[in-house]
């Protein structure tokens, strides 16, 4: 445990962010949501488990990687995406599984709606010697190296996609083992490339030699961020190029290309430092914290510390030598800051808290973290001082294989089954409401509004803000819920703290609400405490 935390643990314990947790266990083919009661209060049945990533989409849709790979031990595990309704209703189901590729982990979803999506690329063992790969460090039962690849792609649904922009590992390699073959150099003088014989013994008979396990993207720098369990290193590279810059050493915002930008964890994977350097030990779940929470801009990471004695992971988090612009820097050193961590949360008693293999974190709006102790089937959260206020133990397929790869909170507690509506078509729109069971029994309402969500109105009591301009949409909905076209818009949450209303233009719309952006959110009344976020339909002609 950290200084720090030997010093806060005796502050108040503070309270759990509000809002639902996403759970996809890895040995299961359904994924649900579980409110800070324990319940489950949305389940999504699948017939494939996991390939290991799953989040909600900004409409309240099932993003889920699955594993295409029948019988595939859990470092193969891969193979396609596949996006769900809240009914089940699969509405696209992508697959990038062969020849000679498989798409694995994690993805990322972007501002634009295209997806990042982690892959292995095969290149044989002749490749390899031939790029300058130390013969000693292949495996002769895979008869080949797995690098990664990241494809940048547009969803194409039913089951198509386009990619939109590539960038791979292999294109980026340095080399000291061999002077008649390419990229040769010594790899501490180029820390913006990969040690093609890095680590020094051979890959597992997958040929799985890299392994990275997660993805996060800024929009603000247009970087990506890459978790490389193998290296034991968390890499930085540039998103801004073209995908034939990201071949290659220049081009793109920060002129380098494909290189690495930045790299941490462990000094020894590029020569500047041994064994005892290592920081990060066989890490996942890297991310930026998003604005919003506090840290942001910070790196953190799940870091299993499976090389620890005793074994006991931690939740790091970092301050990235990163100026303005999105350029890092080394030290004086000829490293990358920092040190060490800013922060770190263990167990108080450090091997309470160990997952060997995968895990997640996540930084929460109010300063908790989010922790996934995946081997264990732990999901907790950790307020600033330290405390555990919140937990939940996964049991689901059973207590010997609870497994999760990672979690993620969301604070939407509406859901519109689509977020576009045809005027001339018509047709209906399913919202699921879920403010959690500890709401159960409720009176709701749920209100509309064409004029937006800034300022919204104050509802009475005084108590909370209903995001929704008042408006003529707002007095009609009003006057009008629980009529045809507004089935179950007002009434009482059911024993879960759910509700299902559903809209039904009951025919074409106004050619006129063509182009018009509807938000919908809903309040609990008795007394008016309780306000949801609001969710944007836009209506095309």
Request: charge should be negative.
């Amino acid at each position: 445990m950290s200084p720090l935390l030997l010093l806060t643990l005796a502050l108040p314990q503070g309270a759990p962010a509000e809002g639902l947790t996403l759970v996809a266990p890895i040995e299961s083919p359904d994924a649900f949501l579980v409110d800070l009661q324990g319940e489950i209060v949305q389940a999504w049945p699948g017939t494939l488990v996991p390939a290991l990533a799953a989040y909600l989409l900004p409409s309240g849709n099932l993003l889920r990687t699955v594993n295409t790979q029948a019988g595939a031990g859990a470092g193969s595990r891969g193979g396609g995406l596949q996006e769900v309704t809240w009914t089940g209703e699969v509405l696209w189901d992508w697959r990038y599984d062969g020849p000679g590729v498989l798409s694995h982990h994690d993805v990322e979803v972007m501002p634009n709606g295209n997806i990042l999506v982690l892959a292995w690329e095969d290149k044989t063992n002749a490749e390899a010697v031939a790029a300058g790969r130390d013969p000693a460090l292949l495996n002769p039962v895979a008869g080949k190296l797995m690098p990664e690849h990241i494809l940048e792609i547009q969803p194409v649904p039913p089951q198509d996609a386009i990619v939109v922009w590539e960038w791979h590992a292999w294109d980026h390699l340095v080399q000291d083992y061999d002077p008649t073959k390419p990229d040769f150099g010594n790899p501490a003088d180029s820390p913006e490339r990969i040690d093609l014989n890095y680590p020094p013994l051979p890959p597992p008979a997958s040929g799985d030699w890299m392994h990275a396990n997660s993805l996060d993207y800024n929009a603000e720098l247009d970087q990506i961020l890459i978790s490389v369990k193998s290296f034991n290193e968390i890499w930085v590279i540039d998103h801004s190029t073209t995908t034939a810059e990201a071949a290659g050493s220049t081009g793109g915002r920060y002129g380098k290309g494909g290189d690495l930008l930045y790299r941490w964890g462990n000094p020894e994977a590029w020569g500047r430092g041994g064994p005892a350097d290592r920081i990060l030990q066989g890490q996942h779940d890297a991310q930026w914290i998003p604005e919003g929470s506090p840290g942001a801009g910070n790196i953190l990471i799940l870091n299993n510390g499976i090389e620890r004695i005793p074994q006991a992971s931690s939740v790091d988090e970092i301050v990235p030598p990163v100026d303005a612009q999105g350029n890092y820097s080394l030290n004086a050193q000829g490293l990358y800051d920092p040190p060490a961590p800013v922060w770190s949360w263990q167990a108080p008693n450090p091997t309470d808290f160990f997952t060997e293999t995968m895990g997640g974190c996540e930084r929460l709006p109010n300063g908790n973290t989010l922790v996934c102790s995946a081997n264990q089937g732990w999901i907790f959260e950790v307020d600033p001082a330290g405390n555990v206020v919140w937990e939940y133990w996964n049991t689901i397929p059973s207590t010997n294989t609870p497994d999760v790869f990672k979690v993620r909170r969301y604070t939407l507690d509406l859901f519109p089954d689509r977020t576009e509506l045809s005027a001339a078509a018509g047709g209906q729109i399913r919202f699921l409401l879920l403010p959690g069971s500890d709401q159960a029994g409720r009176d709701y309402i749920l209100a509309a509004s064409g004029s937006g969500t800034e300022p919204g109105t104050r509802l009475p009591g005084n108590l909370v803000t209903l995001p929704l301009n008042r408006d003529g949409i707002t007095d009609r909905v009003l006057a009008a819920a629980n009529g045809p076209s507004l089935v179950r818009f007002q009434g009482q949450l059911d024993g879960n703290g759910r509700a299902t209303p559903i809209f039904d233009s009951l025919g074409p719309l106004s050619a006129s609400l063509a182009g018009t952006v509807v938000h919908f959110a809903y309040a609990l009344s008795n007394p008016w405490d309780y306000a949801s976020e609001a969710v944007a339909v836009e209506i095309l002609p």
